[in-house]
């Protein structure tokens, strides 16, 4: 006798209405879209080959190469967060055996070593503790040592709240016929940055962080040696979906008229288009400035209250993300649930090695204003206050 089959329940939660609270996402990341953003992506939709569509693809890549500071040909978007763009970097530019260095200062080296073996890929480390950066001299001795024909940096280390100097890395691993991959998820547009000048090979940021757009469509950019290297490849790339021959011609990188390879996620490029009209409005070298202002401001408030800032190189402390240390006998969650529940601000707590020993504050993009700043500062003042921390 065959079993009638039957519709099971509908889910009641969906017939309650959505109620989405206001905070200021003063964390690491996703920071708050403009309201001019947002509309972007309620916009009507278009079809993701349609000229209206492609004309803002392609404004969006302009973007992409004014942020990088780059005229790379393979400049496009990767649809979905920072960490597609990463598998795309490295499913492209890495072959089975091929052995590439990862300097490891935190969470996104160990994260990118981990994607690259996964790819067949042999990834050797060079380690630093959190908080702290590479200088040439190491680097060189991780070239020398392993002979890697890729060589990954973390230029916004968001876990240890460092900024990587980038100045003379890529020539140096020129010398030693070695690409350089830069992860510039929680950097770009904060501060200075020439991928050009700087030679770098391939490079990636993410949509909700600096350019304060929803997570969703993530550029990257292929200098001309790293499309010579995916070019090369002997083996196909492993992933058809991050495959940049077929995205190359879907971004219209190249003369052939563009194909059908996946369909873009229209609204989150609408919405990126508007965060990097946002930038271009503002200027880049205002948006650096605007970004160490406003962490600078950020520092001297949380030093006024007796706590320490986690980086002690004042050089390398990056304005995006401020680490900010936990004194003892203070328990982090209750600050940060205190800060979200009386102030709807959100502070993050750390991660890996300096969890529960850090807070970390984002000032990132659209907030990135002093108003915000100060917000932040008094919900960590009254937070510290009700946890019965005594500030000097
Ligand atoms: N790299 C860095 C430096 C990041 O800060 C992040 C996000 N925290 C990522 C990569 C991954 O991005 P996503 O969470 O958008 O996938």
Redesign the pocket.
Known sequence: KSKMSSVSNPPQSLLKPMVIPQKLLMG??PSNSSPRILSASALPMLGHLHPEFTKIMDEVKEGTRYLFQTRNNWTVCVSG????A?EAAVCNLLEPGETTLSCVNGL?GERYADMARRNGAIAETINKPMGQVFNLQEIEEGLQKYRPVLLFL?H???SGSTVQPLEGVGKLCHRYKCLLLV?S??AAGGVPLYADDWEIDCIYT?S??VLSAP?GA?PISFSEKGKEKVLKRKTPVRSFYFDMNHLSNYWGCEENPRRYHHTGPIMSVYALREGFSRLVEDGLENSWATHKKCAEMLHEGVERMGLELFVQDKSVRLPCVTGVKVPAGVNWKEVADYAMNQYKVEISGGLGAQAGKIWRIGIMGYNATPDNVNRVLRALSEALKHVGFKSR
């Open positions: 690491p990341g967060t920072g960490h597609a990463m996104w973390t916004g280390e968001s992860d998820v929680a993410g909700q962080k997570p993530s």
